[in-house]
C-alpha cells in the first residue's frame, strides 16, 4: 500500500478514536501502531515498543514538570491567589472593569508561580468571581476575563506546555521559559487595556469598587512577597545561569512547600492540602507522559515514512512567502483547539510543522511562543475550550455559553497579540539572547 494513503488513514484513525472517545495518548499509540505495522510488520512494531515508551520519557528535562505542577499546588493552596487579589483590587478595583483587571493582574502574579492554565483559571476564579458579582458586573465579563486570565498560566514561566515544546522540539527549556515573560507581560497589558473598553460599556459602567487610599495600597503590595520571592528564585536563577530550569523546579517547589507549611492552617487541613497537592501533581504528570508515548509512536511512524520531512521540502521549494507559510500553520491551530487540548494539539502537529518552520529559517523559540499562543486561544473555544469548562463549574450560576461568550471577547485581544508578536519576533526573542550562562 503507498505510504502516503497509510498516512491518510492513520491520521484518519486518530479523529475516528477521539470521537468514539478514546483517550488523546490512546488514539495516537493506536494510529501509530497501525502505520508502522501497515509499513513495516507486527514484530517489527512489538520490537519498537520494547524501548520506544522508555526512551521519550526518561529525560532528565521531563522532571522539570512534577516540580512546576508541584509548586503550582502548593502555591495554591497556600492562598497565595487570594493575597494577590486583595492587593490589586486595591491598586486597579476603581477602574472601570477595574476588578476584572484585578483578575488579570492576579493570574499574571500566580501564572509566575504556576506552570497550569487549569490550575491558574480555578485558582482566581474562586476569589475573583464572586466579588466582580457582588459588585454588579456583567456575569459575560466576569466569567470570560478569569477564563482568558488563566491562559496566562501556560505563557508566563514557569510553564509547563512551554517545557513540553522545548521536549518535543529539543530546544533549550530554559530559553524558551525566559522567552515566555515578555510576552506574558504583554498579553496582560492588552486584556487590561480591552476590558477598559469594555469595562465602559452596559451594566458594567457603574461596577466599581471604592478607591484605596496610597498608603493602603502600598501596605497592600507587601502581601505578594511571595510571588516576588518564587519569580527571583526559578526566573532569576535560571537567567542569570545559577541553576537549571530542573533545579529552579525543585528550589521553587521546596520553597512553595514552606509558604504552605508556615500558613495558618491547621495540622488537620495541612494534611489533605498536602495530599491533594501530590496527587494532583501525580494525576497531571502521568497524563502528560501518556500522552507523550502515544505521541512518540506516532512520531516515529511519521519519520519511519519520512512525512514531515517530505512535506518541508515540498514548502520549502513552493516559493510561497515563508511569513505567510508560518501564518497559516498556526491559524490551523484555531480550529484544531475547538476539538483538542495544546498538549494533544502539539504533540500532533510539531513532528509535521517544526521541520519546515526550521527548513524556512526561522527562530525556533519565536515560534514555540506563538504555537503556545494558539494553543492558549483553543482553551477559550467552543467546544473543548477546558478553562471555559472549570470556569462554568465555579460559577454555576453563569451558564457555560455564557462563559464562552465573555471569552470571546478575549479570543479577539489573544489574536491581536499574536499580530504583534508575529510581526515584531524581536519582542520575544531579546530576552533569551541576554541570558547569562547560554
Known amino acids: 500500500m503507498d505510504v502516503t494513503l497509510i498516512t491518510c488513514i492513520a491520521v484518519g484513525l486518530i479523529f475516528v478514536l477521539l470521537a468514539l472517545g478514546t483517550p488523546v495518548f ?53 492562598q497565595v491567589g487570594k493575597r494577590l487579589f486583595n492587593v490589586a483590587r486595591k491598586w486597579v478595583g476603581h477602574l472601570p ?65 512551554l517545557i513540553f515544546y522545548a521536549a518535543l522540539t529539543e530546544v533549550s527549556a530554559g530559553k524558551m521559559l525566559i522567552a515566555g515573560f515578555v510576552p506574558g507581560i504583554l498579553t496582560t497589558l492588552v486584556f487590561m487595556a480591552g476590558i477598559a473598553v469594555i469595562g465602559r460599556r452596559g451594566m458594567n459602567q457603574e461596577a466599581r469598587s471604592p478607591r484605596s487610599p496610597w498608603g493602603e495600597r502600598v501596605r497592600a503590595t507587601g502581601q505578594a512577597w511571595q510571588v516576588v520571592v518564587l519569580f527571583v528564585l526559578v526566573l532569576g536563577g535560571i537567567y542569570v545561569g545559577l541553576i537549571t530550569p530542573t533545579e529552579a523546579g525543585a528550589i521553587g517547589a521546596l520553597a512553595a512547600l514552606m509558604m504552605l507549611l508556615f500558613s495558618r492552617v491547621t495540622r488537620a487541613t495541612l494534611g ?34 519520512q512525512i514531515p520531512q ?6 520549502v ?87 464562552f461568550r465573555g471569552a470571546q471577547w478575549f479570543v479577539a485581544m489573544e489574536m491581536f497579540t499574536v499580530a504583534i508578536l508575529f510581526a515584531f519576533p524581536a519582542i520575544t526573542t531579546w530576552l533569551p539572547e541576554t541570558m547569562m550562562g547560554r
Open 310 to 315: 517530505a512535506i518541508a521540502e515540498v514548502i
Open 97 to 161: 472593569g477595574g476588578l476584572a483587571m484585578a483578575g488579570i493582574l492576579t493570574s499574571a502574579g500566580f501564572a509566575a508561580t504556576s506552570g497550569s492554565s487549569v490550575a491558574t483559571a480555578a485558582t482566581v476564579g474562586a476569589v475573583a468571581i464572586p466579588e466582580m458579582k457582588k459588585a454588579g458586573y456583567d456575569p459575560r465579563l466576569a466569567a470570560g476575563s478569569v477564563a482568558a486570565g488563566g491562559v496566562l498560566g501556560v505563557l508566563i514561566p514557569p510553564s509547563v506546555l
Open 272 to 305: 489533605t492540602r498536602l495530599l491533594d497537592s501530590f496527587r494532583s501533581t501525580a494525576t497531571t504528570t502521568v497524563m502528560i507522559l501518556f500522552t507523550m508515548i502515544g505521541a512518540g509512536i506516532f512520531s516515529y511512524f511519521l519519520t519511519l515514512v
Open 317 to 403: 521549494e513552493s516559493g510561497i512567502s515563508p511569513s505567510l507559510i508560518v501564518a497559516v500553520l498556526l491559524l490551523a491551530y484555531v480550529p484544531l483547539g475547538m476539538f483538542l487540548d495544546a498538549f494533544s494539539m502539539m504533540v500532533i502537529t510539531l513532528p509535521i510543522v517544526f521541520p519546515t518552520v526550521s527548513g524556512l529559517g526561522f527562530d525556533p523559540i519565536w515560534f514555540g511562543i506563538l504555537c503556545v499562543k494558539m494553543c492558549e486561544i483553543g482553551l477559550m473555544t467552543p467546544p473543548v475550550g477546558l478553562n471555559c469548562f472549570v470556569i462554568a463549574g465555579i460559577d454555576r450560576s453563569t451558564s457555560l455559553a455564557d462563559v
Open 26 to 78: 490512546a488514539a495516537l499509540a493506536l494510529s501509530g501502531a497501525f502505520g508502522i505495522v501497515m509499513v513495516e510488520n507486527l514484530d517489527f512494531l512489538l520490537n519498537r515498543l520494547k524501548s520506544l515508551p522508555f526512551s521519550t520519557t526518561a529525560s532528565y528535562s521531563l522532571t522539570v514538570i512534577p516540580l512546576f505542577i508541584l509548586m503550582g499546588a502548593f502555591a495554591h493552596h497556600a
